[in-house]
């Protein structure tokens, strides 16, 4: 770690310590409300539907059963198979090259290769699973083998239901239209060689439809049906699979079209090839499993435990040590998580501790790494510790030491130790509302976030825990939407720190986001990616590597405003945490690269009645690349990007007294900036791209000026203001992505009816273990694992009842004045915590907590409005501005009540 980078860290550590000290009265808020959130299963014998998420933020941990044993899949987050084999990727694109494909021919959303270049893929990223964060080992507790079974992996109806008649396998559903549910059978162990065509038999009611996966081990997709409609009556069908696959599981999914009650009546599946013929068993077989529940507020899993089933257990992931505490009377044994490119685990024993060694290759510039996970047990009580080659020159020995140092001390001194942290998590603040769902989300979402992520530790992917040795999208970091929005609902729920590894992300790849403006470009500045992996080595100029060690996507790898929006997180951390340090060595040198490569490349833009044509770009993640960039000029997520780290970037420097001349240049810059584009109709609507249709999107680009541009707000004229609303209003997407986005842009323009869309949305995703999939339509990538993403799911209720968007607070902006709530603590750019009731209509006094001093401006609920200070009595009438503000100078560690005049 390089010693500003260090530094940078110490600055944010201090920054926690100092927000705690001020932001906090003793004890956790609302408990009540806490404790509604616990998350109680009826089963786990599904590792999507009913797995319970444990972690510290290092270490974290599926917990499920199978086969009648409990497991455990455990996964630490510097845990990485970060090898790259850019031999295999073509030569980076240059903007010059770029430039002439769109004057000639065209390829069609394919690479943008160099002239005369014989370069023929798949390229890095699609050639193997790597890079890829891996699972540690599965903690199996119980000494069943493993039983052929199927096993739900999807339940989004109000009823999902397997049954067995007569050797059938009778699936239905009902509930929302579109919902569906599936059920998986493994272990299955074949070759598509041998068994080269799949047979279903089936009958169905008129409003179902059917889908197969096969999967192989690592959770791949080897073969899809894709969705088929049901016949009502008798009927076969055949489908040949690709040759030379490997087979492990097989999943049979089932959809209502219209919501009522829809059946798959399977009567085969079964696969035929040269060696014959292997029929699936469509008998149920349920296997015993076992209830149980997760105490967020204490942050521990309780498993009752079935005779013939999984054993009674308490399971903790200590906060205190990277060591999981497990109470059982049952064997346990750890099992390598095994993928097809790593190589077989060495296991041992040291002094009765049980130890599992696993080696993972390097490649010419990542040397590889190692980890131990060790077992260790005294009695009832186990202890299971991590290791890496990261931490430790010899990670079995000081794995086996770390299991054996928690077994030395006593497991109440180890619980207390463990409860006191989560206590302290859970005090920085909290909230309680009429909307159980929505309490829940955002409690739940912090819980989930705090599992994966702490100070210090390597960034969460896309996947909390993981469920394959193979992720998707190599559960890597995606800068074009998904990895942003993880640490979304932190700043206002008072736990910034949640998101210094993000920050340390970014900080560390800002020498190879310089070389890429250079590389590609040939400009200065900092140009960011849309997928980012551990450990790339930082500077790209001193690899052995081709291409620098620089996998990028010829396609949307280029959309202009990724730049902006990946290093947009670290501003809001320091508006939400104001530090001069942080500012200084973290915020302002990732803004001021951006925006400097921004104005860069706007110098090279076609000028059009005195605004620059911004271009070329790729709209995330539509259109693609088009003939003469017909669908690639002015994309409203980068004029919405381009004009917020433009205006960030002369904050900063203004504030630190510095690079005047680039100040200069980022005004004129602003100035430049197109408008967005709309259609041509009576009543016009944002679209993604200049002389774009409205479409169906996939990332709702048109509501990005609101959210996460924040540059479109409550404060903006009528018209503009209408325009957002209008767009929004209409928006078509698909249901995968934009779920947060348009939640938080609803709810910052004040959009009536933003409570219950959100509960919608939320329900429409709501597993039974409390975790959210992607979509709400039935995708099959929902079954790919936990996505972190959706934890952010927490900022939508954070917004609705406080917002500063423009450094401005407004209390209850967007909540049901009819609906009781109430918060303490939700932090505000400034670095305010603000607490506050509404009830029966009525907001009786707001309190604020000045973390850093500086002006504070609130838009008063009230005619009039005062303010006082500390142990004041007699408040201090403010006046207001033409919209309704109040401002006040504070001083740090100050208190401050705001209340109305002649009781409003």
């Not at 539907?49 to 086969?67: F, K, M, P």
């Not at 090259?97 to 390829?107: D, F, Q, T």
């Not at 002094?351 to 005294?378: E, K, S």
């Not at 249901?735 to 939320?762: F, I, K």
Request: glycine share 8%.
């Amino acid at each position: 770690m390089g010693r500003q980078m260090l530094r940078g860290l110490v600055a944010v550590l201090t920054l926690v310590t100092g927000a705690n000290a001020v932001s906090r009265e003793p004890g956790i808020p609302f408990v009540q409300a806490l404790d509604r959130a616990a998350v109680s299963v009826d089963r786990l014998d599904s590792i999507l539907e009913q797995a319970l998420i444990i972690g510290n933020g290092d270490l974290n941990a599926l917990v499920y059963s199978d086969s009648g044993n409990l497991e455990l899949v455990l996964t630490k987050n510097d845990v990485w198979d970060a090898r790259l084999d850019t031999t295999l990727d073509p030569p980076l694109p240059t903007l010059a090259r770029i430039k002439a494909l769109a004057r000639g021919e065209w390829p069609d959303r394919g690479q943008v290769l160099p002239e005369g270049s014989d370069w023929k893929g798949p390229d890095s990223y699609h050639a193997n699973p790597y890079p890829c964060p891996r699972a540690c080992a599965r903690l199996i507790l119980g000494t069943r083998s493993k039983r052929t079974q199927w096993l739900p992996i999807r339940s989004q109806g109000s009823h999902n239901r397997w049954e067995s008649r007569d050797h059938v396998g009778i699936m239905s559903i009902e509930g929302q239209a579109g919902a569906s549910n599936g059920w998986q059978v493994k272990p299955m162990a074949f070759s598509t060689d041998d068994y080269s065509t799949l047979r279903v038999t089936l009958s169905g009611s008129a409003n179902a439809q059917y889908y197969v996966d096969v999967m192989d081990a690592s959770g791949q997709v080897v073969f899809a049906t894709k969705w088929q409609a049901t016949p009502t009556e008798v009927q076969t069908h055949t489908y040949a699979l690709s040759p030379g696959q490997q087979a492990h599981s097989v999943i049979l999914y089932t959809w209502t079209l219209d919501g009522k009650h829809a059946e798959n009546r399977f009567e085969t599946v079964q696969f035929e090839g040269p060696k014959g013929t292997l029929a699936l068993d469509l008998e149920s077989t349920s296997l015993p499993t076992s209830r149980a529940r997760l105490d967020l507020r204490r942050a521990v899993v309780q498993i009752d435990g079935v005779p013939g089933g999984p054993a009674k257990a308490v399971i903790r992931a200590l906060a205190q040590k990277n060591c999981f505490l497990i109470e059982s009377d049952v064997e346990a044994r750890l099992e390598q998580f095994r993928t097809a490119d790593t190589p077989d685990a060495e296991t041992g024993e040291t002094d009765g501790v049980l130890w599992l060694h696993q080696t993972i290759p390097g490649d010419l510039d990542w040397p590889g790494m190692a980890y131990a996970v060790a077992l260790a047990r005294n009695g009832s009580r186990l202890a299971v510790a991590i290791v890496t080659s990261l931490e430790s020159d010899d990670v079995v020995r000081d794995a086996v030491e770390a299991a054996q140092a928690v077994m030395r001390v006593q497991t109440s001194r180890l619980v207390s130790d463990h409860e006191a942290i989560w206590n302290d998590f859970w005090s920085a603040s909290g909230l309680e509302v009429d909307d159980t769902l929505m309490e829940q989300t955002w409690y739940r979402g912090l819980y989930f976030l705090r599992c994966v992520s702490k100070p210090g530790v390597v960034s969460p992917g896309l996947f909390a825990s993981l469920t394959t040795g193979s992720p998707a999208w190599h559960g890597d970091y995606h800068t074009n939407y998904n990895i942003q929005q993880i640490f979304w609902g932190c700043y206002a729920a008072n736990h910034p720190e949640l998101a210094e590894p993000y920050d340390r992300l970014i900080h560390d790849y800002a020498t190879r986001a310089r070389w890429l403006a250079r590389t590609i470009f040939a400009m200065e500045g900092a140009f960011y990616p849309h997928v980012l992996y551990a450990y790339e080595p930082l500077d790209p100029a001193q690899v052995k590597s081709p291409v620098g060690r620089q996998y990028i996507h010829h396609v949307w790898g280029f959309t202009l405003g990724v730049s902006g929006f990946t290093v947009q997180p670290l501003w809001w951390h320091y508006k939400y945490q104001p530090d001069r340090d942080f500012l200084e060595h973290t915020a302002y040198p990732a803004v001021r690269d951006v925006a400097v490569f921004y104005v860069n490349f706007m110098d090279q833009c076609e000028r059009r009645d005195g605004h620059v044509v911004l271009a070329p770009s790729v709209s995330p993640e539509h259109w693609g690349w088009t003939p003469n960039f017909e669908r690639n000029r002015n994309c409203t997520f980068d004029i919405s990007m381009a004009r917020y780290i433009l205006g960030a970037a002369i904050e900063g420097a203004e504030t630190l007294n510095r690079d005047a001349p680039w100040v200069t240049r980022w005004r004129q810059a602003l100035a430049l900036l197109p408008d967005y584009p709309t259609t041509q109709t009576d009543a016009p609507v944002v679209v993604d791209v200049e002389g774009a249709p409205p479409i169906n999107y996939n990332i709702t680009v048109p509501a990005t000026p609101v959210f996460p541009g924040d540059v479109v707000t409550w404060q903006a004229p009528a018209a503009r203001r209408a325009l957002f609303k209008r767009t929004i209003e209409s928006i078509q997407w698909n249901g995968n992505n934009s779920m947060v986005m348009l939640g938080v842009a609803r709810a910052r323009l004040d959009m009536p009816g933003t409570l219950d869309w959100m509960v919608e949305e939320v329900q429409a995703r709501l597993r039974p273990n409390g975790t959210l999939t992607l979509s709400r339509r039935g995708a099959p990538f929902n079954s790919f694992g936990h996505y972190t993403e959706q934890f952010g799911a927490t900022m939508v209720l954070s917004e609705l009842l406080v917002q500063s968007v423009g450094d401005v607070i407004r209390v209850f902006p967007a909540w049901p004045e009819e609906r009781h709530a109430r918060f303490r603590d939700l932090r505000t750019q400034g670095g305010f915590l603000v607490s506050s009731r509404l009830r029966e209509g009525r907001i009786t006094r707001i309190e604020v907590k000045s973390t850093q001093g500086g002006p504070l401006r609130l838009v008063s609920p009230w005619k009039q409005i005062s303010v006082s200070r500390g142990s004041q009595t007699a408040g201090q009438l403010l006046v207001l501005d033409t919209q309704g503000i109040a401002q006040v100078s504070t001083r740090p560690n100050e208190a401050l009540v705001f209340e109305p005049i002649n009781d409003e």
